[in-house]
């Protein structure tokens, strides 16, 4: 069975849930809470898991009502009972949301019917997973900071900041660590899975290499288990990065994150005193959190950030300036990529890639901003036509200076190459200087080209008619809410 169909199969059972109660995203819970259970038992660390709650034991208890009363069991014990740190924090405060024991029972026989292997070489849980995850996303639609980065995106990034080996990676926003799995997942295929470095280094990128944290505990309960079925023993820590916990994440070579939009609940500032411009704002204070968590430190590599961030991060005035201003100070903010409004599930957001590196000192670093616009007069994307790698293809061209996206992986180690840029010919890449940005009062909120564009670059374009872009965004959202009510109905 492959990956695809396994992943269908076990969405298609929370259908069988729906007369329960059961919404898509308490599902994914409880389905991480069996497969964890069965997957000890795959992938032979079932001496984790106490005696009393392992997987045979719940496939052997046929009585439905003994085997639920078991199960309920096991949620509220296995995690003060069982010694592996993963354990207690998959089932920390786990609940079950089913009502009806004989829906337990499909779920525990289905899961335990599905062959796992293929064949002896490809694992596919991992796979598996992460199109749950996925899945999930797409069907879950909420509110601000609940937005699925989508995979082409992650590896994009990751392919331009470049981890390298012995590197310290870490997301302050996690969600489902996809980031740090995607960082991992890089270097796997540059390392033969690790294998061409020695014992010492390849126990450092499993427990060292990539870390996180997530505010939300559903949330920090998937990371941990997608972590896992991938191989990685890292730190995630179930905190809010901007409380006083924050301040001890430091001196790290990279950071790869798309924080949560909005702001802090309440308008509240954030609860730690580091901050040199603290506000309500959550991407600010996550950008001021990011920029300076990052080390100061000579290496190799500069030390390196590529963050998602929304559009008022670039143009806010008051605190929103005087960040920017700080970053492009501390850091040489290098690139800003103007990602298509609808790749995320919540239409209107429109976002922005920031690619920076932290300096040797805290003054002048950023020289020159190249903006390239991938918003102005793209295709609509969306669930129906979702964002894929090709869409980056231009964009990688003008960033590498000239190396394709099928070949980034392999020819680009990170390094910016300002004179290659210049060479570039796309009316999308624009370069400003730090005196230009300056001028504008150090609003980032430029590069894009006009609609019905001719050939023309950005700042030497009649400007767009905000109005009528509005009235189109709307138009589309409307279009796209229509087919979505045909379907459902």
Known sequence: ???????????????????????????????????????????????????????????????????????????????????????????????????????????????????????????????????????????????????????????????????????????????????????????????????????????????????????????????????????????????????????????????????????????ERPSRDDFTYPTSNKQLNFLQHIYRSLRKTKGEYPARAAVILPDNVLFEDGDGQRIRRDLMDKCNLHTILRLPTGIFYAQGVKTNVLFFERGLTDTGNTKQIWFYDMRTNMESLGKRNPLARKHFAEFVLAYTGGISVDNVKEKFDGTVNFKKREKITDTRWKKFTREEIAGKNDSLDVGLIADGNNGTNGADVEPIDLAKAAQAEVTAIMKELELVIKELS
């Not at 069975?1 to 929370?14: P, R, T």
């Not at 996180?212 to 972590?227: F, K, T």
């Open 1 to 267: 069975m492959s990956a695809e169909e396994i992943a269908n199969k076990l969405w298609g059972l929370c259908n069988v849930l729906r007369d329960d109660g059961v919404t898509y995203h308490q599902y994914l819970n409880e389905l991480t809470y069996i497969l964890f259970l069965r997957l000890s038992e795959v992938k032979n660390f079932e001496k984790d898991i106490p005696g009393e709650y392992r997987w045979r034991k719940l496939v052997d208890t046929k009585d439905n009502k003994e085997l639920f009363d078991l199960y309920r069991d096991l949620l509220t014990n296995i995690s003060t009972k069982a010694k592996n740190p993963a354990i207690t924090e998959i089932y920390t405060n786990a609940s079950t949301t089913l009502r009806k024991p004989v829906n337990l029972r499909t779920l525990i026989t289905a899961i335990d019917a599905i062959d796992w292997f293929e064949d002896q070489e490809r694992d596919k849980i991992a796979t598996i997973y992460e199109s749950l995850l996925e899945r999930n996303a797409s069907e879950k639609k909420s509110g601000a900071g609940q937005y699925f980065t989508p995979r082409p995106l992650i590896n994009v990034m990751v392919d331009l900041v470049s981890p390298k080996v012995g590197e310290r990676w870490n997301d302050p926003a996690a969600g489902t660590f996809g980031f740090m799995i995607a960082a991992d997942q890089y270097l796997k295929e540059k390392t033969d899975n690790y294998y061409t470095i020695d014992t010492k280094q390849r126990k450092f990128q499993v427990e060292k290499a990539f870390s996180g944290c997530e505010l939300v505990q559903d949330a920090h309960r998937l990371a941990i288990m997608n972590a896992k079925l991938h191989g990685l023993e890292s730190e995630i820590l179930m905190e809010d990065t901007l409380s006083e916990v924050g301040k001890k994440m430091k001196d790290y070579d990279g950071v790869l994150a798309n924080p949560p939009f909005g702001t802090k609940k309440g308008g």
